[in-house]
């Protein structure tokens, strides 16, 4: 009798719905950010940028093109995809126009992931981080570029 109440409740657990489908605010979930918009976003940030290259290569980015490490791109977790933003070398002074074609960077206290291409011009491959100053030139219409097949 036991055995078979055990199996019941596992039946009826098995069924009820996953947690990631569940309603309600996505503010709510931890370390959720929302995407920033034209009337929601400074204009000008500061914070600390990395870069990313051989292990996304040829790979595709959060708006569907083909990363290309060599490129002059970067990733910011929030911006509108192609926003166009000129990223400052805060210790150098080295500036460079980009585009945000990606998603991240996903390591806490970075605030942008420069292509490969876009760190070498900014002088930071040695260091692999620098602080930066971002400024929004024109918000993106993140779209999602769709391939032809």
Same mark, same amino acid.
């Given at each position: 009798?036991?055995?078979?109440?055990?199996?019941? +409740?596992?039946?009826?657990?098995?069924?009820? /719905?996953?947690?990631?489908?569940?309603?309600?605010? *996505?503010?709510? $979930?931890? &370390?959720?950010?929302? %995407?920033?918009? *034209?009337?929601?976003? #400074? $204009?000008?940030?500061?914070?600390?940028? +990395?870069?990313?290259?051989?292990?996304?290569? &040829? $790979? %595709? =980015?959060? /708006?569907?093109?083909?990363?290309?490490?060599? &490129?002059?791109? #970067?990733?910011? *977790? =929030?911006?509108?995809?192609?926003?166009? !933003?000129?990223?400052? /070398?805060?210790?150098?002074?080295? +500036?460079?126009?980009?585009?945000? /074609?990606?998603?991240?960077?996903? @390591?806490? &206290?970075?605030?942008?992931?420069? +292509?490969?291409? #876009?760190?070498? *011009?900014?002088?930071?491959?040695?260091?692999? =981080? @620098?602080? !930066?100053?971002?400024? !929004? @030139?024109?918000?993106?219409?993140? $779209?999602?570029?769709?391939?032809?097949?």
């Amino acid at each position: 009798m036991i055995r078979w109440l055990l199996v019941l +409740s596992l039946l009826l657990m098995s069924c009820s /719905n996953s947690p990631r489908y569940r309603t309600g605010s *996505k503010t709510s $979930k931890k &370390g959720y950010i929302p %995407l920033a918009t *034209k009337g929601t976003h #400074a $204009k000008v940030l500061y914070g600390v940028s +990395s870069f990313y290259a051989e292990d996304f290569h &040829g $790979k %595709l =980015t959060a /708006n569907g093109e083909v990363y290309d490490m060599y &490129g002059i791109t #970067a990733a910011h *977790k =929030t911006l509108p995809l192609n926003t166009i !933003v000129r990223v400052t /070398n805060m210790e150098n002074d080295k +500036s460079i126009i980009v585009r945000i /074609n990606d998603r991240g960077p996903f @390591i806490p &206290g970075r605030i942008l992931d420069c +292509s490969y291409g #876009a760190a070498l *011009k900014l002088g930071f491959i040695a260091q692999g =981080t @620098i602080k !930066v100053k971002i400024e !929004v @030139i024109e918000f993106g219409d993140n $779209k999602y570029m769709k391939h032809k097949s």
